[in-house]
Every structure is written in C-alpha cells, then in structure tokens.
C-alpha cells in the first residue's frame, strides 16, 4: 500500500459495534487504507513508520451521523406552522413552499444553505427528500457530490390530493424518475431513492409504476407511514382494497422487496409490525417532528423488542434542526416520557440511540457507521477541552457532548477518507 493512500489519526477513539454499548480506545491510532478502516492500535506497528499521523490528543474520534430522513427542500420552512397538525402544516406551508423549487435559482440557494448546514452538524450521511421537480433533484446531488457528502436523493412523485401547482402526471412523473434514475445510478456516494410522498398523494398507478423501477435498478425505497390519526383514516378511505396502511405500499412492492426507508410508523397494527419485520423494512424515528405536529409517541422500544431496525431522522422543515445530537436526546427523552406512562417500555440509553444515528442507520448504506474493519472511514473529532473533560471518562465526555456542546465543537469532519471542510 502506498503510503499516500494511508491516513491515520490518534485520538480517543468512541464507537457502538452493536447497541448494547460503546467500544472505547483511549490514545489509540486509528488505520485508514484508501478510505476504508484497516485496525485501531494502542501502539502503532513499524510498517506505518513515515506515513501521515494527524494527532488529535485527547480529543474523541466518533462515527459522524447518519440521519435518515430529512425533506432538503423543506430547510427554509424550519419553525413555521408547527402550531398545526400534519395534514393542515402539509396545506398551509409546505405545499406553498415546495412549490418554489420550479425556481432552480431558488433551489440553488436552499440547497446550498441545507448542505452547508448538514455538514456544519456532523452529518456525513444523509436520505433526503428533494421535490417533484426534476431539474432541482439534479441540482441538490450536484451539490451533495461537490461538497463530498454520501446521500440518497428522492425526486419526490405525487398525482393526486395536492394543490394543482404540485399534481404530477403520472407518466411524466415516472419518466421524470427514470431519468432521474438514469442519470444517478451509477455515482460513487450520491444516489437515487423512489420516493412516493406517502399513500394519499399517490394514484395506484403511480405507485404501480413505482414498484416496477425499483425492480428494474434494485432501488431503494422510501416514503411515510402511520404518522397522524388524520392520515391514517384518510389512507382506509382512499384504499378501502387495503387491510392496513402498510399494505398499500406491499401491494405495490414498495415496503421491502428492495430496501426501504418507513418514516414515523407510530400507529402501528401488530399484523403492520410483523410484516416489517418479515420485509426488513426499516423504519425511522424522529422525535422532533412528531413532538412539533404533535403526532405521537413512535413505539421504538416495542419495535426494537420485536426485532425491528430503527434509524433517527431529524425530519426538516416539521423538525426544526438538522442536529442529530439533538434528535439523540430527543429520542431518549420522549422515550421517558412513554416509559412514565408504560413501565413495559424501559427508555433508550444513550448507546442505544447513538448506534440508531451511526452504525444502525449507517447499514443502509452498506459499512458505514462503525470503526470495525472494512468500515468507510466516516468520522467527527470532537474537541471538549473543558475542566471536566480532564476528569470524566471518554463515555462521559460524549454523553455531555451530546446533551450540552454543539456543532461548534467538531473541529474535523471526513467521509470515505475524504476530510470535508464547513465553511462556517
Ligand atoms: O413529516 C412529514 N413531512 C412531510 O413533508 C410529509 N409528507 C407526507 N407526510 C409527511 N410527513
């Protein structure tokens, strides 16, 4: 191996191999071979001698993120209309403002401004929602490639129950896709995703359609699933052929026949849970969102239980940050509050939503997320040169830069080996 190709860091090295707890390496050299994890060693073998050694101290040396379910094109909306539910937020607001990305200058600058803001927070792995609009998906996976960062992008289709100035053809909105697809499909860390809206903008047809490209390229899959009681009911109206929200999408080949993304799933049936685990559909938490649109409770424990893989999405513009760290606390926390009212669902632990925002979610991305062997290098240094960090332990310490520090505290980012600079 050239030793240009080597990069290695020392640091106190944190990561979740599973989700039960935290592997520590204290002053430890972590080996990156052409982007990949090769060993982390406390004492650095003689073949290394003369290769690149960036030397972060005691600072931690963490996974960076992964959240996997945020609306791109929603980032100018944060804290708007959080006064409402679902379905009047979707009408009032972002409807209003998702129709703004004919502009592709104005595209341009939100999607900008959202890619900045993803880096600047540590996310170094992200599913994003773009709109209906082709030539500003595009834009968004130029930006997203330029900037370095690994995503799956949705141009996102719906043909009916919106406002005209959002209602695709359906054929249009199929082909629209398969170029999309065409175009993307093939690029290294930015990707296409089908990405149906969810059941109530969605005609059979388009969802048929749907189904039919994700065989055609192995696509992943995502939309929302079982969010509000509103929806939930209007999805039983609309589809009376259909037992369970679920089924729309499984009748369509939607719900884990490639891999998919479900994000919400809080009014889940038994016969729902058990089909998701059965599909190995993943299904994503995010706290934030369902507190704002006062949606619910997602049931994560009984899901973990039940052997279901759950991610953490920050879920913008009805989530109001793009902060993972955040969406970790808040996660633990409304997780206390179900556990108040349910002494069956004991709360997440701190291991356990850290894993859900790095190597869980990281799966869907194939190695990513960990520090094991063969893992793409994805990583944060956090520096925390407080009092306290002299005296805590390196569990301590990313507790605390969880609940209290912020982004201002990530002095490095890299992704697939690749160091990315914030402009901030
Ligand atoms: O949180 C959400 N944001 C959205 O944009 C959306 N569309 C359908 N369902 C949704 N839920």
């Known amino acids: 191996?050239?030793?240009?190709?080597?990069?290695?860091?020392?640091?106190?090295?944190?990561?979740t191999p599973d989700s039960a707890g935290f592997e520590v390496r204290q002053d430890s050299y972590l080996v990156v071979h052409n982007?990949?994890?090769?060993?982390i060693y406390k004492q650095l073998p003689a073949e290394y001698a003369g290769c690149r050694i960036i030397d972060h101290g005691n600072r931690l040396i963490i996974p960076g993120f992964v959240d996997l379910h945020t609306h791109a094109a929603q980032f100018n909306q944060r804290g708007l209309g959080l006064d409402l539910e679902l379905l009047d937020w979707l009408n009032e607001y972002t409807f209003k403002e998702e129709a703004k990305f004919t502009d592709t200058g104005y595209a341009a600058q939100v999607y900008e401004a959202f890619t900045e803001e993803l880096i600047r927070q540590g996310t170094t792995r992200a599913v994003l929602f773009a709109t209906i609009h082709k030539d500003s998906s595009n834009l968004l996976c130029d930006i997203l490639s330029r900037r370095?960062?690994?995503?799956?992008?949705?141009?996102?289709?719906?043909?009916?129950?919106?406002?005209?100035?959002?209602?695709?053809?359906?054929?249009?909105?199929?082909r629209d896709t398969e170029e999309f697809f065409e175009r993307w499909s093939s690029t290294s860390l930015v990707n296409p995703?089908?990405?149906?809206?969810?059941?109530?903008?969605?005609?059979?047809?388009?969802?048929?359609?749907?189904?039919?490209?994700?065989?055609?390229?192995?696509a992943p899959v995502q939309s929302h699933l079982s969010e509000n009681p509103g929806e939930v009911k209007w999805v039983a109206e609309l589809f009376p052929d259909q037992s369970d929200y679920h089924q729309v999408y499984n009748h369509?080949?939607?719900?884990?026949?490639?891999?998919?993304?479900?994000?919400?799933?809080?009014?889940?049936?038994?016969?729902?849970?058990?089909?998701?685990?059965?599909?190995?559909?993943?299904?994503?938490?995010?706290?934030?969102?369902?507190?704002?649109?006062?949606?619910?409770i997602m049931p994560v424990r009984k899901l973990l239980n039940a052997a279901v893989q759950v991610g953490l999405g920050s879920d913008v513009g009805a989530g109001h940050s793009l902060s993972m760290t955040?969406?970790?606390?808040?996660?633990?926390?409304?997780?206390?509050?179900?556990?108040?009212?349910?002494?069956?669902?004991?709360?997440?632990?701190?291991?356990?939503v850290f894993y859900m925002a790095t190597k869980g979610g990281g799966k869907f991305f194939?190695?990513?997320?960990?520090?094991e062997k063969g893992y793409s290098f994805d990583a944060l240094v956090i520096e925390d040169n407080t009092e306290m960090a002299q005296k805590a332990s390196p569990v301590e310490r990313l507790q605390r830069y969880i609940y209290a520090l912020d982004a201002s505290n990530i002095v490095a980012r890299y992704i697939a080996g690749q160091e990315i600079q914030s402009r901030i």
Request: charged content about 15%.
């Open 1 to 15: 191996m050239k030793k240009e190709n080597i990069l290695i860091l020392k640091g106190t090295i944190i990561f």
């Open 35 to 39: 982007g990949i994890i090769s060993e």
């Open 148 to 174: 370095g960062l690994g995503a799956y992008v949705g141009k996102v289709n719906m043909d009916v129950n919106c406002p005209d100035f959002l209602r695709e053809d359906t054929q249009q909105s199929l």
């Open 193 to 218: 995703i089908i990405t149906p809206r969810f059941a109530p903008t969605s005609t059979g047809e388009l969802l048929a359609g749907l189904g039919k490209l994700a065989v055609k390229y192995n």
């Open 252 to 296: 369509y080949g939607l719900f884990g026949q490639t891999p998919t993304l479900m994000a919400h799933c809080i009014y889940l049936t038994q016969e729902a849970i058990e089909c998701i685990k059965s599909n190995q559909v993943v299904t994503v938490h995010c706290p934030d969102s369902n507190i704002n649109l006062a949606s619910g």
């Open 326 to 352: 955040q969406a970790m606390v808040k996660a633990i926390q409304l997780s206390k509050i179900n556990y108040v009212f349910d002494h069956q669902c004991d709360p997440l632990t701190l291991s356990e």
């Open 366 to 371: 194939g190695r990513v997320g960990s520090f």
